[in-house]
């Protein structure tokens, strides 16, 4: 089941709210002795997380459809990072990975019983009972865990405020008498939270099919007053693309980042794409984002404004720290 983006938590009808985890979204199924962990694009994940494929086993039911978040806490707090290292393609690597950071299973809906009986048909008051029935023998600390809900608004609001500290991508409210709507966005919606930084654009690429400017590259001043690239921006119209060239192209020229510059091409990448001009740090921009970590945005963030009044020196991680 998909969800709908919202810019804020419904105040009327019928939700069941609930944290929007930052990990990769999974269902387990079990059956017998098997147990297959599944991504949102049918990709399996069995191998990257082998303590959830022993934990779910250890769960006294002996089939089951569980839908829920794949997550690493460090220090009682979600870190996506951690998450990314898992995708490896060595055993030994993911087995020293699997002690040092356990991984944890988010569970939010039941889908399959026990019985082997589908719930999908099921409205969400009914399934969200069964499934705290289900859980009732896993552990809160454990590595399989009931996801917290609740029916007030109020608390999903204090979740809102708690998100910078735990980590979490957002709320999720979910109408309490649909089904579970496989593949569409019907029944749920969510909220994330949505900051903005002023950054220093410390380079370009150019549009792969055109002469446009097909993105920003974004800086920040380290504590040691080095740029480093922090992220990119894109969200331009065409004709955005072609009125950029004549804000950037004059101020091609060293340095550009002086501290972590941008990477080399991915497999994805044509020579085009992959190619950066570096500028004058003289362009500050402000920019909304929904997530900071590792040294960088995780996705891609929303061009909003020039910042011609702010002073590139000004723009510092600072700003972007979560506390």
Same mark, same amino acid.
């Given at each position: 089941?998909?969800?709908?983006?919202?810019?804020?938590?419904?105040?009327?009808?019928?939700?069941?709210?609930? =944290?929007?985890?930052?990990?990769?979204?999974?269902?387990?199924?079990?059956?017998?002795?098997?147990? /297959?962990?599944?991504?949102?694009?049918?990709?399996?994940?069995?191998?990257?997380? =082998?303590?959830?494929?022993?934990?779910?086993a250890q769960l006294p039911a002996r089939?089951?459809?569980l839908d829920g978040e794949i997550v690493i806490f460090v220090d009682g707090r979600l870190s996506f990072d951690d998450l990314l290292l898992r995708v490896h393609p060595a055993d030994s690597r993911i087995r020293k990975l699997s002690a040092s950071t356990p991984?944890?299973?988010?569970?939010?809906? /039941?889908?399959?019983?026990?019985?082997?009986?589908?719930?999908?048909?099921?409205p969400l008051t009914e399934r969200r009972r069964k499934l705290e029935k289900f859980l009732q023998s896993a552990s809160s600390s454990g590595m399989v865990r009931l996801s917290p809900a609740s029916f007030e608004p109020r608390m999903a609001k204090q979740w809102m405020r708690k998100m910078a500290t735990m980590g979490l991508d957002g709320i999720v409210a979910?109408? /309490?008498?649909?089904?579970?709507?496989?593949?569409?966005?019907?029944?749920?919606?969510?909220?994330?939270?949505?900051?903005?930084?002023?950054?220093?654009? +410390?380079?370009?690429?150019y549009a792969e099919k055109s002469n446009g400017i097909g993105s920003l590259l974004l800086g920040l001043y380290n504590g040691e007053n080095l740029l480093d690239h922090v992220g990119f921006t894109s969200s331009f119209s065409a004709e955005q693309r072609k009125e950029l060239k004549q804000v950037v192209e004059?101020?091609?020229?060293? =340095?550009?980042?002086?501290?972590?510059? =941008? +990477?080399?091409?991915?497999?994805?990448?044509?020579k085009r794409s992959s190619e950066w001009q570096p500028l004058k740090p003289k362009l500050v921009c402000e920019v909304s984002y929904d997530h900071f970590s590792g040294g960088r945005f995780r996705h891609g963030t929303k061009f909003l404004r020039w910042r011609p009044e702010k002073r590139p020196d000004q723009c510092r991680f600072e700003q972007v720290q979560q506390s």
């Open positions: 089941m998909e969800a709908k983006s919202a810019d804020r938590i419904p105040a009327k009808g019928a939700y069941l709210f609930e =944290p929007k985890w930052d990990g990769f979204r999974c269902l387990a199924f079990r059956s017998r002795n098997n147990i /297959l962990l599944q991504s949102k694009a049918g990709q399996p994940l069995g191998r990257y997380f =082998p303590e959830l494929v022993k934990a779910l089939q089951f459809v991984a944890t299973f988010m569970c939010f809906d /039941l889908l399959v019983d026990e019985h082997g009986r589908s719930l999908v048909h099921l979910k109408q /309490l008498d649909q089904p579970y709507r496989s593949g569409d966005r019907t029944a749920m919606i969510k909220i994330k939270r949505i900051r903005t930084a002023d950054c220093v654009v +410390g380079g370009f690429r004059p101020l091609i020229g060293q =340095p550009g980042f002086t501290g972590r510059a =941008p +990477g080399g091409p991915s497999r994805w990448s044509t």
